[in-house]
């Protein structure tokens, strides 16, 4: 399996980068953080400063099996409106690569791919309008092909989970939900 990546700008929601990147090392899944505005500490949107793995600018030559897209404003906005980071999506997209955003980050984030008009996503409540062209369901977690979205914080661990089912089986995200007994 190859390295999964899990982008950071300031103003992320730490709920869903921290929660999320639990699981998924917890499923034995190698995942780098990545901090995408230039310096290696990253402040969340409620004041919590993580140290990134790596900057985005050392790992845009790797290919990821997965990126993967927290929320929180303005986190989710500064990740859209970073070219490089777009412009890494937007070719690993186009190889079939998987993503998965969670809360404000479908919309902003995803929402600035080619996404076909019969894919089934879920965000925050009030980002829809973001993706006109989307199935957009009130559910918490939703797996379309390649594409793994989460409405909001409440949902980190699923989300998660749903990564490690759809990565490295069923079997290993029930075993992973039982060690943290959900």
């Known amino acids: 399996m190859k390295k999964s990546f899990l982008f950071l700008a300031d103003g992320f929601e730490e709920t869903e980068a921290i929660g999320t990147l639990d699981v998924l090392r917890r499923g ?89 008009k019969d894919i089934r996503m879920t965000c925050y409540p009030g980002f829809e309008n973001y993706l006109p062209e989307v199935n957009v369901l009130d559910k918490g977690v939703v797996v379309d092909g390649n594409v793994i979205t989460g409405r909001g914080p409440g949902y980190s661990f699923a989300f998660g989970l749903a990564i490690v089912e759809h990565l490295c089986g069923k079997e290993k995200a029930d075993e992973v939900a039982a060690g943290m007994l959900l």
């Open 28 to 116: 034995g899944m190698e995942v780098q953080t990545v901090a995408v505005m230039g310096k290696q500490e990253v402040k969340g949107a409620h004041g919590v400063i993580i140290k990134a793995d790596v900057l985005l600018r050392e790992m845009l030559k790797e290919e990821g099996e997965l990126l993967i897209f927290p929320g929180g404003m303005p986190g989710a906005q500064n990740l859209s409106e970073c070219g490089e980071l777009m412009g890494y999506l937007q070719e690993h997209f186009a190889r079939q690569g998987n993503v998965a955003a969670i809360c404000a980050a479908p919309a902003l984030v995803l929402g600035k791919l080619p996404l076909k």
